[in-house]
């Protein structure tokens, strides 16, 4: 079953709730600074579960303590609820794991 495109309000009042998440066209990214490039590596495998629990898997980049993640709806064509669920998730993790490191 295609997943429904999320309308331009939808997008407007869900990004309001997740103040590290912007959109870029057709995908949302963010990015999570960790204290180390082991703490970065092990997020990644927390995002791995996320998505396999959601069947929806992100796209992500590890640079030292930086992970940087984008999410689309490939067979919809762009930003779906899909997105704004894992994201969510997603950033739930990200606090948790970040707590006392240092944001830039």
């Keep these: ?37 082991a703490a970065a590596v092990k997020f990644t495998q927390r995002i791995a579960a996320i998505a396999e629990k959601a069947n929806h898997h992100p796209e992500w980049t590890v640079r030292y303590r930086v992970v940087e993640v ?11 609820a899909a997105d704004f669920n894992l994201a969510r998730s997603i950033h739930v993790a990200a606090s948790r794991a970040t707590r006392g490191t240092r944001r830039k």
């Design 1 to 37: 079953m295609k997943r429904q495109l999320a309308t331009e309000i939808e997008i407007t009042a869900a990004l309001a709730a997740l103040p590290q998440w912007t959109r870029h066209g057709r995908v949302l990214r963010a990015s999570y600074h960790f204290a180390s490039f």
């Design 70 to 80: 984008v999410t689309t709806t490939h067979d919809a064509g762009g930003i779906t």
